[in-house]
């Protein structure tokens, strides 16, 4: 029988553990972006539940197919039940799956969460007082409290720091992942080998084949390979999801907002991604493209962008690459039966 962690499989680098209220829109949007801009795949919840609902079995699967939590502790994190029990089950992956943890004190003094004092003593004597009932629930928001406080954390102010520190031990792990991955390594190369990567010309690379067989943990591996070669850089995963859920207004923002490294944009119309990005040497990921308007409007003509720059897509849909006059194209390919059974 195969154990917890070999049946484990990872979806996230990082969960977002947040007060919506307190950092939704600030501290926890720029960190998001800033992580997402590094091809750090990043789980943030976009839905706010309404007071008395309970946490969904799909967020407890995020945290739990997650490498690294970061947990923002604001003013308000330890008034919402919510938050407290996703933070229990942070603690259980720790454990459990030596899944790191990283807190994040906002605005709040650490020694008051480990105590459970000040702004973080009032909720929890609420707490108390509502759940006579189930009293064993309320201790294990405060063990959850005292476990993570405990642990080595950061200031809010150092973003560029925390999502350094996140690269750094997340290259580490990957390095390790890649070479347990029988045949991924030869994969990378023939990638590498398609990218030609010493030449100037600008080139589009298709990742085309059926779906989890693989593409983007080779999109990502080649990305965190090569990426210091280039000025601006993007790997916007599961981007046809973003389409549907956002439009194309947003999906142009978000593109340029990870490439040039401004959280900030507001943007009202489409613009021209060639003005923004023509002189500049740009790696992008584009990945599970479903939708030929993503690459129209993100990646239209090889001219928009600079001299040396590589645009790679992943995609199911063959014809879609083809509409877009991308002709070279690598077809993905599952694991043999012997490669399978070395992971076993």
């Known amino acids: ?18 007060k919506g209220e307190d950092t939704r829109n600030n501290f926890t949007a720029h960190l998001y972006q800033a992580l997402c801009q590094k091809g750090i795949n990043t789980f943030i919840d ?31 994190y330890a008034s919402s039940r919510w938050c407290l029990d ?27 969460v480990r105590r459970q004092s000040g702004i973080f003593g009032e909720p929890l004597a609420k707490h108390d007082q509502e759940s006579l009932e189930n009293m064993g629930r309320v201790q294990s928001w405060k063990d959850a409290l005292t ?13 560029k720091e925390i999502v350094t520190t996140i690269m750094n ?21 023939e990638v590498e080998m398609r990218l030609c990567l010493e030449s100037n010309d600008i080139l589009m690379l298709g990742i085309w084949g059926m779906g989890g067989i693989g593409k ?50 507001n943007m009202k119309v489409l613009t021209s991604i060639k003005e923004r990005l023509c002189s500049k040497k740009v790696l992008a990921v584009l990945d599970n493209v479903n939708d030929p308007l993503i690459l129209k409007s993100l990646v239209g003509n090889q001219d928009w962008f600079g001299r040396g720059s590589r645009i790679i897509v992943t995609t199911r849909d063959k014809r879609l ?8 194209i690598y077809e993905a390919r599952g694991f043999s039966d012997e490669e399978a059974f070395d992971f076993l």
């Open 1 to 18: 029988m195969a154990s917890a962690s070999s049946t484990y499989q990872r979806r996230y680098d990082v969960f977002l553990s947040f």
């Open 46 to 76: 976009d839905h706010k539940l309404e007071r008395g609902q309970v946490i969904s079995p799909e967020l407890f699967a995020a945290v739990e197919n997650s490498l690294f939590s970061v947990v923002v502790l604001s003013q308000n």
């Open 86 to 112: 996703e933070l229990v089950k942070i603690v259980e992956c720790m454990k459990s799956r030596g899944q790191r943890v990283l807190p994040i004190f906002y605005n709040v003094d650490p020694s008051d």
């Open 147 to 159: 476990q993570v406080a405990n642990l080595s954390g950061n200031e809010p102010l150092l973003i």
């Open 169 to 189: 031990k997340l290259l580490s792990l990957s390095t390790g992942d890649i070479e347990n991955m029988v045949g991924l390594d030869a994969r990378i190369q």
């Open 216 to 265: 983007t943990t080779l999109a990502k591996a080649v990305y965190n390979k090569i990426r210091s070669q280039f000025e601006m850089c993007s790997f916007f995963e599961n981007i046809g999801e973003d389409l549907a859920k956002k439009g194309l207004i947003r999906l142009q923002q978000k593109f340029l907002s990870q490439l040039l490294e401004e959280p900030n944009l």
């Open 321 to 328: 690459l083809a509409s877009h006059g991308v002709i070279n």
